[in-house]
């Protein structure tokens, strides 16, 4: 077991802070329901999972609050910025200064090496790591030369972690980064996610359909039907290595 280095939430400000955010797509009767009133506080520094149904929101919410989509009711908060106040040119400035992606599959660029893949990121951070550091920072010192079709899923996952963390962002925001993988490579990414987390204080959000990863958070938020319908805040937690599916 890990003891939980969580500060007691009373004491530390949220990263996120949401109220009564709904999202509706479309309108009139094909209109759906995205989400439907959350209001969610997520202190600095935690490692949140995110579960839920298929289609209960999770991926909605995560895209307006790493400032990809926009609510259509409710108001939103990354620290003291209202993400529902930004404009386009704002949230563009948010992402890339803030937000670090990680998404189910890579998207990385087949035709660039690992490390050419994380510059593509660094170029345009005010402040990132070398793609080096960056690379080592999730085991993959070896291969900064090798090609997306010469790796594993598992290293191509941790080379678009590795792309994400470049520029040091205060919040990483993953959505079923193991959704792809076995568990023998998808603990890989998740003990490099749990290493940032820990390291660097990167409040770090995980949607996955895999409840065994709840142990490793410092929080479970559970979703259904478009609202957060429970919080759960963790006294104790494994290693990613404890973690098989
Ligand atoms: N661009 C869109 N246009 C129309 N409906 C959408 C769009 N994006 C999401 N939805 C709908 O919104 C609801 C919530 O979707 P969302 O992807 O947030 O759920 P989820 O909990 O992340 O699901 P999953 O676990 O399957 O990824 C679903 O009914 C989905 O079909």
Redesign the pocket.
Known sequence: MQQSIVPDPCTVRPVFRTAGVG?T??SGPTA????DGVDLELPEGEFVVLL????????????ILGGLDRASAGRAWFRDAELTAMSERQLTRYRRNHVGFVFQFYNLVPSLTARENVDLVTDVAPDPMTAEEALTLVGLEKRLDHFPSQMSGGEQQRVAIARAIAKRPGVLLC??PTGALDSRTGTAVLAALQDVNARFGTTTLV?T?NAGIRRMAHRIVR?HD?RVAETEVSAERVRAEEITW
């Not at 759906?32 to 989400?35: E, G, Q």
């Not at 839920?52 to 895209?63: C, D, E, M, V």
């Open positions: 999202k797509y479309g759906v329901r995205a989400l839920g149904p298929s289609g209960s929101g999770k991926s909605t919410l995560l895209n959505d079923e949607i359909h979703f478009g």
